[in-house]
């Protein structure tokens, strides 16, 4: 039986999650070649940009942050390179992928380590009610959230509201939050990777400011990295935060299911695909997530069925933003009013 989105579009129902398992085993294999060229295409011009917004600085500062603006999408893209070294989709070789990724992390602000194993627990728990809280955009239910203080609903609404998510959220999230472990505090090779990757962070900045002052990261390493982590975070949400996505009590959640029914297919332009790595392929990516970013694309064009699976246009997907609250009785994502007039 087909279901509807809030613009009631039917939306094919796809037979059973897990059979498309074996499936998509066929699309896992990575090629070395693609992958040295995608990475060479994004690191290349990263890196020139880089160097043409500092040598534009003597020019004028306005033109030097214009490039570092255009440069955030390059850095978007290492990011993505680096959350395919994370799934080993990147190199068949494992330990080239994770030093790949973890000099990627020095770029993105990523410790590489602790990204793997807090993105590894999202994908093993994504849509499970009771386990939600590492990963994760945190999402109440309808009833969690009546039954909260008068200050805890404005907590909440504090945190979801856009200006906190996608303002300052991406700033907190990789210039503070990043720099330790959190959640995985116990344990030594944590710790090495977010302080190996903070180290390795200033010493950059401190070479920067010996070479070029202050205005090289002011007007070219802060703005470039604020717009690729607001990018990144917005796209993480849509992944996942859309009206008919799918949560489910820990007993009655199947992690297939969840990945396929949970997961958003955001249909964006051509050079914005690009940019993104095909990350908005995220119900085949969330099914799969051992198949490199070039292959997703491969999947749509041979299955055309996952194609029409939760569709969602740029358009259709700024509505996404004002819904906060699971409602396990329609198994819809509701926003505050909606859920005010369900109370």
Known sequence: MAHKTSEDREIPEISNARDWVKILSNYREPSALRSSFELAVTLGPFLALWALAWWALSISGWLALAISLCNAGFLLRLFA???DCGH????KNRVMSDWLGRCIGVLTLTPYDVWRRTHSMHHSSSGNLGRRG?????????????????????GYRLYRHPIVLFGL????????QNRIPL???EKTRYWVSAMGTNVAIFAVLMAILYFGGIMPILLIFLPSTLLAATAGVWLFYVQHQFETTHWAEDEDWNLHDAALKGS?????????????????????????????????PEVLRDHAVLADGNRMTIRESFANARL??????????LSFEQANATA
């Open 81 to 83: 390179i680096q959350h």
């Open 88 to 91: 080993s989709a990147f190199f």
């Open 134 to 154: 590492m990963g994760d955009v945190c999402t109440l239910t309808l009833e969690e959230y009546q039954q909260l203080t008068p200050l805890g609903r404005l």
């Open 169 to 176: 959220g991406p700033g907190y999230l990789f210039f503070l």
């Open 183 to 185: 959640g995985l505090m």
């Open 264 to 296: 958003s297919h955001y249909v964006l332009p051509a050079a914005l695909q690009w940019i993104s790595a095909n990350i908005g392929i995220h119900h085949v990516h969330h099914l799969y997530s051992r198949i490199p970013f070039y292959r997703l």
């Open 324 to 333: 906060h609250l699971w409602d396990p009785r329609t198994k819809r994502l």
